[in-house]
């Protein structure tokens, strides 16, 4: 399955998350008009989540998010954890079979 997630957070910059997913998290794709520093923090932090099972709560996703940002000392502007926790499991919530 496929679901979609996209979100004007905070500060007006968007947030698009694309999870393919079968009862586990096989892909995340975020994207957006946000800024990341280093760029391939996005890159982690979607590895990061594949795995995953889908009933996650948002709290255990923020923290495996967390520590991909704190590990490569990231600087991110416009989004945070918490806002791409939120969109993941809204995508998986969302979601429509492909």
């Known amino acids: ?7 004007k957070v905070q500060g007006g910059k968007l947030l ?3 999870v ?4 586990k998290i096989d892909r995340v794709q975020i994207t957006g008009d946000f800024f990341a520093h280093p760029e391939d923090v ?3 932090i979607e590895s990061s989540l594949n795995g995953l099972d889908v009933g ?3 709290h255990e996703m923020r923290v495996k998010i967390e520590s991909v940002i ?3 000392g990231a600087d991110m502007v416009g989004i945070d954890a918490a806002a791409i926790a939120r969109n993941v499991i809204n995508a998986v919530g969302g979601a ?3």
């Open 1 to 7: 399955m496929r679901g979609i997630s996209t979100e």
């Open 16 to 18: 698009r998350v694309k």
């Open 20 to 23: 393919d997913f079968d009862g």
């Open 42 to 44: 996005i890159e982690k």
């Open 56 to 58: 996650t709560d948002d």
């Open 70 to 72: 704190s590990k490569t």
């Open 96 to 98: 429509k079979s492909l």
